[in-house]
């Protein structure tokens, strides 16, 4: 089933974050993947310092490039966060299936798979934006189900999410020898 909505709908909403911001939330285009770069570099950053023994610092090339195979994938969709002009966050979000087998039933659901909001710009309503605007796609493309995964350490992720409704339903754990 073609999930994917028409590129002529690029933006589905505009709120009002208080009297001066104004902040649309829609899908990225081509000439904003830079900034969006940006933004991700800033999440690879607190993965760096958060679990320096999985992930390398930087952004390498590779890194920079993903988000040409991102945009790319049907599956996948970027969403931004823009006020004031300014792109303030993002998120990557991607359908998933998993077929049904002898352990679990079959699994339809939109992932979140990378979400980040600037620094400069968190506490003002972009967040919990970015989140609206996903359950809406989600819901008007049939979804019943959004899933995503973070890092234990990221403890103020974790607040957020269970602010705005996601509950923890699996976790991986680790033994250091």
Known sequence: MERRIETERLILRTVTV??????????????????????????????????PDVFKPGFCDELKNFINVIRDDPEQEIVVAVMDGVICGFAIIHHINKPE???????DF??????????????KGVATSLISFIKDYAKEN??????????????????????????TFRRYMEIML
């Open 18 to 51: 208080d009297d001066t911001d104004n902040m649309e939330v829609r899908f990225a285009k081509e000439n904003e993947l830079d900034r969006v770069n940006e933004l991700r570099k800033q999440v690879n950053d607190v993965h760096v310092a958060g679990k």
């Open 142 to 167: 049939g979804f019943h189900r959004i899933e995503l995964n973070m890092w234990e350490f990221n403890q103020g992720a974790l607040a957020f999410y269970e602010s705005v409704g996601f509950e």
């Open 101 to 107: 087998n002898p352990f679990m039933k079959e699994r």
């Open 110 to 123: 939109l992932d979140i798979d990378e979400f980040c909001v600037d620094e400069a710009y968190r506490r």
